[in-house]
């Protein structure tokens, strides 16, 4: 928990800073339906078109955060309930990183921080070729969450290992990639590559405390990890979204 409290830790200083806290201000998070969320798109294979995942919409003074989550309700409260929420299941941490990011929107503190839709995901994953040769050469890359057009884009310059925790999804093949599993081959993966590109949802899933642990370079994508990459230093890809 040691992260979520410094996160915590982090938030909280913004918002008193900003004498928000004390104000009767409501967070309003609703579950966005596939078509809100990412629109009409040419690929099926994004893990909220099946259905496995929801994306959470937190409003904060006209400014919009999200988050990705399994997590099935909604919520009402202000922003010294979501401070206090101790964080330990999913729906709990989509509460608070979705507020965060609509927070953060809010205060000018972080950009892209709504899902990109249509054909904007296919041209964000024609940025991330050229976004890593530019900064890493011709690394061996390990995804830490299937992004299917990422992986495409990926796959087809550099070597790529993808992990995953949905079981539909480990042992089978995208763009020529076996899917890996996301707990027991996490650590070879890890070791094998040159950088891991991350998916924002670990910040959900509980999962990012063992992600922070390892030591080479981490890139997160998405929306999920807007407010946490800027309060945290993170390097994040996320060129399309809103």
């Known amino acids: 928990m040691d992260f979520y409290n410094d996160l915590k830790s982090k938030l909280k200083e913004i918002v008193d800073e900003n004498r928000l806290l004390n104000e009767n201000v409501e967070i309003k998070a609703c579950l966005l339906s596939p078509k809100d ?67 953060m929107r809010y205060l000018g503190l972080a950009d892209h921080t709504v899902h990109c839709k249509n054909n ?38 550099f070597p790529v290992k993808v992990l995953d925790l949905d079981k539909d999804n480990i042992g089978k093949e995208k763009s020529g990639v076996l899917i890996l599993d996301g707990e027991k081959d996490y650590k070879d993966a890890i070791e094998w590559c040159d950088i891991a590109l991350v998916t924002g949802s670990v910040v959900v899933n509980g999962t990012i405390e063992n992600i922070l642990k390892v030591r080479k370079p981490l890139i997160f994508f998405g929306t999920t990890a807007a407010g946490a990459a800027k309060l945290m230093g993170w390097e994040r890809f996320c060129p399309c979204s809103y």
Do not use: W
């Open 120 to 157: 904007d995901l296919e041209n964000c994953a024609q940025k991330i070729v050229p976004f890593i040769i530019e900064k890493y050469g011709q690394p061996r890359i390990c995804f830490v969450g299937l992004q299917p057009a990422l992986v495409e884009a990926c796959a087809s310059k």
């Open 37 to 103: 969320a990412i629109g009409a798109t040419k690929r099926k294979d994004y893990v909220i078109l099946k259905g496995k995942e929801k994306l959470m919409q937190a409003e904060f003074k006209g400014s919009y955060g999200q988050a990705f989550t399994d997590s099935l309700n909604d919520f009402h409260g202000s922003i010294e309930k979501i401070l206090e929420l101790p964080l330990k299941n999913n729906f709990e941490r989509a509460i608070f990183i979705s507020s965060l990011n609509a927070i």
